[in-house]
């Protein structure tokens, strides 16, 4: 098969994948369902398909490939378990806060800036229901310690070993970590006893019964 054929298909492929599911599919789903040997070749066509403007791609995005004038309609996200928002709870730790994924979750394509990591997490609590998040909720975070004075962020507690979601403010010698919810005090900290492992960019919620 000539290769311009291989693109084709790969090309189709794409279209298809996103039309029936809602996001672009991973180098990996493109190699087994077009019988393609080594996952090097199909990242050798998906470069030359970018070169060509075929396609376009997000650098280091799993499912970052867009058809030229076709458009993805959500990207697939991990889902890396739940967070509090009301006490602390503990999570998994540090070395595989990133590596343990529960499931995929569908998010709008414009709610994701390109070029970053994003991941979810489901909100346990309501100590954010006055910032519209609410038990039950996913929030959507990119996966970075940096974070600006009144941005909500999942804030791993190092002493205590638990993580929770609130709004960060640093204060002269301390960190607060400030719930919207006007019930609920805030969490203070040492600044050395703070790492931020993202920060919110967006919400999902459901209105019907059930979970996402």
Known sequence: ????????????????FVEQRGYA????E????????????????????????????????????????????ARAV??????????????????TWHTIVHQMVDVPAGMLPRN?????????????????????????????PAAENGEMVAA?????????LK???REPGRIRLQPANRSMAPIYADPDQIEVQGRVIGVLRKYSQGSL
């Open 78 to 95: 991990p889902l890396l378990g739940t967070i509090a928002a009301g006490k602390s709870i503990p999570v998994p730790t540090e070395e």
């Open 116 to 144: 970053i990591q994003a991941y979810a997490l489901r909100v346990e609590g309501n100590s954010m229901v006055d910032a519209y998040v609410d038990d039950g909720d996913i929030v959507i975070l990119e996966a970075t």
């Open 156 to 164: 791993w507690l190092t002493e205590r070993q638990e993580t929770t």
């Open 25 to 28: 599919p991973t180098m990996g």
């Open 30 to 73: 493109i190699q087994k369902a077009l019988g393609i040997r080594w996952k090097s070749l199909v990242e050798y066509h998906l470069k030359a398909l970018e070169e060509e403007g075929v396609i376009t791609r997000e650098p280091e995005v799993a499912r970052g490939i867009d058809v030229y004038g076709f458009g993805k309609k």
């Open 167 to 169: 709004k960060l403010y």
């Open 1 to 16: 098969m000539r290769v311009s054929d291989t693109r084709q298909r790969i090309v189709e492929f794409i279209r298809s």
